[in-house]
């Protein structure tokens, strides 16, 4: 675990994120070779670089000299939407997709971001007011940092955790929980990872997201893998689903009305 997190590359995860990754390897890799290699496949996945980090530092500069002048706000939030290609899929659908899922569930008090990366920067886009109590949580301990600036400079009653909400679910209750694009991930990191988040979160309603195209723009049916197993459970735990379809995105809403 040292190791892993001394590396460059990995400085920035959650040791939560470390050590469960590199104890699940352990038990399948006895020799220390193999299970590095194994752990390092496996972070990958779950970090996904790939997809896009912001230059942080420069990041926080525009948003503080953006500060009091909503367009250049804006913009500087767009900037960073960008960044990752999970929230720049979204872009063009922005608006409909979060207003379209709070239209269902009602307007949030408090709201759980199960696995944000740049997702809170399209909190002007919502429509939530400032009094929601926004909790985002996230494995890297640099966009942590910046979305907690940003919570700050908007005025926004929330805040930014460094947390694996595999390894430990928030505390507490909530209107809505998202888990966006993350599903389908969480089962590559550990089967029935991704219900296991689901289940154990505290909220009303959970909105699952899969995307509908793969990085390369092609339509993908990846919520075809988890569909049936979500809605099975939900049917068993005596949870309702209600689907949403987006221009490439579907949303699998989970209501818990016991939650």
């Known amino acids: 675990m040292a190791r892993i997190s001394a590396m460059r590359k990995y400085r920035s995860l959650s040791p939560q994120t470390v050590d469960d990754v590199v104890r699940r390897a352990a038990a399948r890799h006895p020799k220390e070779a193999p299970l590095l290699r194994s752990a390092r496949e496996t972070l990958h996945r779950v970090a996904a670089f790939y997809l896009g980090e912001p230059d942080y530092a420069r990041a926080e500069e525009e948003l503080v000299a953006a500060r009091g002048d909503d367009g250049k706000t804006e913009e500087a939030c767009l900037r960073l939407l960008r960044c990752h290609d999970s929230s720049r899929e979204r872009l063009p659908i922005m608006e409909s997709f979060y207003r379209g899922i709070f239209a269902r ?124 197993e979500i809605l099975e459970r939900s049917r068993s735990a005596g949870w309702g689903t209600e689907e949403l379809a987006f221009d490439g995105e579907l949303v699998i809403l989970v209501r818990k009305g016991g939650a």
């Open 105 to 228: 569930t009602g307007t949030p008090g408090a709201l759980l971001d199960l696995a944000a990366a740049c997702n809170p920067f399209a909190f002007r886009w919502m429509g939530l007011p400032r009094s929601v109590l926004y909790r985002a949580f996230d494995i890297n301990a640099d966009m942590v940092r910046l979305v907690s600036r940003y919570f700050e400079l908007e005025g926004i009653a929330g805040a930014a955790e460094l947390r694996d909400v595999l390894c430990d679910p928030p505390e507490g209750s909530a209107d809505v929980a998202l888990l966006l694009k993350m599903y389908h991930c969480l089962e590559h990191r550990q089967r029935g990872a991704g219900w296991e988040v689901v289940s154990r979160t505290n909220a009303r309603f959970v909105a699952v997201s899969f995307p509908s195209r793969n990085l390369r723009g092609r339509r993908a049916d990846i919520a075809g893998n988890y569909r049936d």
